[in-house]
Structures are given as structure tokens and as C-alpha cells.
């Protein structure tokens, strides 16, 4: 079972680790910035520092829960901000948008849970602790 648990980490964190660096591209700055986030310039790059952050610390189960808040700060503006489905007109981009905002619904579930459970057994915490 231990194993089940780090593979749930892997798995869980390769899209934060494999997304943050395109925070730091023009191109992700300006989408965002179009999306109305404000301080675009900076805010992004910010944002793709904490989704790293927080999934490196979460994939190594070193303060695993702090890395869980770490993520929770990226998504709820994100997804409240970016995947706001409700304001798009065009039916296929408020689809698209309604299913990014369901997937970080998710993993905000589950960075929740990790945030109060840990990181389990085989991680950098469950190694001080046991």
C-alpha cells in the first residue's frame, strides 16, 4: 500500500512540476493578463514558482502539507479566475473551461486531503517521523 501512496504523489503532482515553467512565458503572461488577471507580469510567474514549490514538496513528501497549501493558494485564484466558464459566450470554449474548472476542483480535493493527511510512508516527512 505504501507504494500506491507515492505513486498517487507522482501522478498528482506531474502537472503543477510539468506546467510551472510555462509561467514564465510571454505567452502564458499575455493569455493570463487577457483573462484579467491583474499584475499579470508578476502574478504569473509568482504562481508558476508556487504550483513548483508546492508539487516538488508534495512529490517529495518533504513538508508535504505546507506544499498541499502551496497548492491550494495556485488553484483557487486560478481556477476561479482562469476557468471561469460562466463568463465565456462561445459554447465549446465554456465547455472546455467548465471541464478545467471541474479537473482543479479535483485536485484541489486532493490537495486538501493531503494538506490534512501527509504525504505517507515512503516520503522525506514520513522518514523524521517514524
Not at 29 to 35: H, V
Request: no cysteine; aromatic share 10%; glycine share 10%.
Amino acid at each position: 500500500m505504501k507504494y500506491l501512496v507515492l505513486l498517487g504523489r507522482i501522478l498528482y503532482t506531474v502537472i503543477f512540476l510539468q506546467a510551472a515553467p510555462g509561467h514564465f512565458t510571454a505567452k502564458t503572461i499575455a493569455f493570463a493578463a487577457g483573462k484579467g488577471v491583474p499584475m499579470a507580469q508578476l502574478a504569473v510567474p509568482l504562481s508558476g514558482v508556487i504550483a513548483f514549490v508546492g508539487g516538488l514538496s508534495v512529490l517529495l513528501g518533504y513538508k508535504a502539507k505546507l506544499g498541499a497549501w502551496l497548492i491550494v493558494l495556485f488553484l483557487v485564484p486560478v481556477t476561479i479566475m482562469i476557468h471561469n466558464f460562466w463568463a465565456i459566450a462561445d459554447p465549446a470554449q465554456a465547455q472546455i473551461q467548465y471541464i478545467n474548472f471541474m479537473k482543479n476542483l479535483s485536485m484541489l480535493g486532493a490537495a486538501l486531503l493531503i494538506a490534512h493527511f501527509g504525504s505517507g510512508p515512503l516520503s522525506l516527512d514520513g522518514r523524521r517521523s517514524g
